[in-house]
Structures are given as structure tokens and as C-alpha cells.
């Protein structure tokens, strides 16, 4: 994932520092927001085993047996959960002209429902830890327990909570991304326009777009499981879609966890929402994490680093994120 390095940063506001409460007043405050949450409860135990349990089958970087191995065990999971599953499979070129056997995994609930709602994540691991601070691992795999894992580790434990529910007025479309990582290494003398991220994103929106499938919105989780994670307000998301942003943050503050996402702007990212929002014309944003004052990485420390396994892993920001979705989707008529 590709990145704010390549773009200009927007950070626009200072957050004012939130005076410290007592004991009484904090459980007063977490009683008024739990009376206003809907839908079911999201667990951030949940989703962290799922993200364990991808990291289980290795780095999952294209053309790899683990790779395929997680693929199969991720679509299983959403049939599971009682979900449609289908597989879009693609060669794609990479960067360097490497044939990459990519598959966009599809799982839809409600699929009659003619007003849907898209959540999407990719699932394939950065073959070169190139953000590493030991040169001797730029070349080496990345686990990507939250640049990859965390997202699908929230899509299906979303599935998992809704997948049995008849409340929910609306369809919900699950994408899980292919080939998303295998952009052109910092390592590299290849030049790097932007276009060789996203590129199952690239391939599922120009599909969508002639098949004519159509979403209200679309939300993309990139990495939203780090510890100390805040997601800041993206710029493209902004671009296309403030509206939904406007939602999914009113959201997250209602549900008292205004501190995970602060009402400021981050950097634009050149990831998997521009070919949606673009080809597929679905007005999709992206909480990802920014980190202002990282040296190593506005994504944080691990990104793109051997080190982005599951010991940086928070169920803490899985359930802030996941429990935001919810309040979302079940606010929908």
C-alpha cells in the first residue's frame, strides 16, 4: 500500500487535548453511547483470531502456495457464515511484468436486495519488507497481519454477526482484494506512477462497472487492527465521498470512539477505494491509519516491515473499527 509518501499530506487541524474524567463520569459517558449503538455486538476477540488465523498460513504474497491456501480458507469462512460466496479470478501483471495469479474473493448478503452496501479489504501480502530499517530484510516478505489481515480479519467477523440477522434493511457486498501490494519496491529503479497498486481493485471496478453493479457507498479497511491506531479523515475519501465519511465518523462518536477517529484530515492515499470510486463509480471511502509524527512511516511502525505481525496487533482497534461498520449498516433504511 502505496502511499502518502507518494502524495501531498493535508493534515489541517489540531485536536484539542480531552481533559481527564473521573470514574463516574467515564461510565456515564460509556453508558450514553452504548444506549445509542444498534446492531449487534462486534468482537474484537473475534476478528483478532481471524487475523491470527491468517498469518497462520504464512506472508500470503502472490503466485504462493500459502497464498492460494488462505484464499480457499477465506471464502470457506463466509460460506460459513451462511454467506454467497463467488471468485473472480485474473492474471495480472505486475510491475515488473510477473504474470500474478490474482483472485477477488465475493461474498453477498441478502443477495435479492436490490440497496447494497460495499465493504472491502485486500488480502495478499507485501512480498518485500522494503520499509524495513534493516536493509538485509528488504527483500523478505512481510507477515502483513494489519496491512492485509486486519481488514479481512473485520469483513469477516462482520460476517459472522450478520450473516444470521434479518434486521438489516439492506444487502451487503464483502470484496476481498487481490493484488493489491505488489507495487514497485523502494528498492527498485522502475518508475512508479500509482499504477501498479490496487491492481485486483482495478480489475473488480472495471467489471463492476460493465456488469452495471451498483453500491449507495463503499467502505475500505486498510490496516485497521495497529496498535494506537487513529484514522484521520483521507483525502480522496473526501474527494469522492464526504458524505460518507461525514456517516462513518458521526458513527464512530456516537459510539465513543471519537478518539480512534479523529474529525481531522489525513494524507490521500493511492489505494483500492480510487479504481471504486473511479471505474466503478461507487462513492467509497478508506479508514486507514495516519500516523503524523512516525518517523519511520505515516503508516506506523511495522508498515511494510518484517515486524507487522500479530504481536502489533490491537482487539481494541478491531472492535472500535468493526463495531463503527455496524453502527453504520444498521443505521440504513
Known amino acids: 500500500m502505496r502511499k502518502y509518501s507518494i502524495v501531498c499530506l493535508m493534515l489541517l487541524a489540531v485536536l484539542a487535548a480531552c481533559g481527564s474524567k473521573n470514574k463516574k463520569g467515564a461510565q456515564t459517558g460509556e453508558a450514553q453511547a452504548q444506549a445509542q449503538a444498534i446492531g449487534p455486538q462486534f468482537s474484537g476477540d473475534s476478528a483478532y483470531a481471524y487475523c491470527a488465523a491468517q498469518c497462520a498460513f504464512g506472508p500470503r504474497t502472490m503466485n504462493s502456495a500459502a497464498h492460494d491456501s488462505c484464499g480457499s ?41 436490490t440497496e447494497r452496501i460495499l465493504l472491502c479489504a485486500h488480502w495478499d501480502s507485501r512480498p518485500w519488507a522494503d520499509n524495513d530499517p534493516d536493509t538485509a530484510n528488504w527483500r523478505k516478505p512481510v507477515m502483513a497481519a494489519n496491512d492485509g489481515a486486519s481488514g479481512v480479519a473485520v469483513l469477516l467477523e462482520l460476517a459472522r454477526i450478520i450473516g444470521g440477522q ?18 514497485v ?3 527498485s529503479d522502475a518508475p512508479d506512477d500509482g499504477s501498479s497498486w490496487a491492481l485486483g481493485a482495478s480489475h473488480w471496478a472495471a467489471d463492476a462497472a460493465s456488469r452495471g453493479y451498483k453500491a449507495r457507498f463503499g467502505i475500505l479497511l486498510d490496516m485497521v487492527g495497529g496498535r494506537g491506531a487513529r484514522f484521520y479523515q483521507e ?52 479508514i486507514i491509519p495516519y500516523y503524523p509524527d512516525c518517523p519511520e512511516s505515516s503508516f506506523g511502525p511495522t508498515w511494510h516491515t518484517v515486524h507487522d505481525t500479530m504481536d502489533n ?13 455496524v453502527q453504520v449498516l444498521f443505521s440504513e433504511q
Open 73 to 113: 480458507w477465506i471464502a470457506a469462512t463466509f460460506r460459513r457464515h451462511g454467506l454467497d460466496v463467488s471468485l473472480q479470478r485474473a492474471t495480472l501483471r505486475g510491475y515488473d511484468g510477473t504474470p500474478l495469479r490474482a483472485t477477488n474473493i465475493m461474498a453477498s448478503y441478502r443477495p435479492e436486495a
Open 166 to 183: 434479518d434486521s438489516l434493511a439492506i444487502g451487503v457486498d464483502f470484496v476481498c482484494f487481490d493484488a493489491e501490494d505488489w507495487g
Open 185 to 187: 519496491p523502494q528498492w
Open 235 to 286: 483525502g480522496i475519501s473526501m474527494q469522492y465521498a464526504p458524505q460518507v465519511v461525514s456517516k462513518v465518523w458521526a458513527a464512530a462518536a456516537s459510539l465513543g470512539h471519537g478518539g480512534f477517529f479523529p474529525a481531522a484530515a489525513g494524507g490521500m492515499v493511492n489505494d483500492d477505494h480510487v479504481p471504486v470510486n473511479e471505474k466503478a463509480g461507487i462513492p467509497t471511502i478508506d
Open 313 to 325: 496487533i490491537d482487539p481494541a482497534t478491531l472492535q472500535a473499527v468493526g463495531q463503527t461498520v
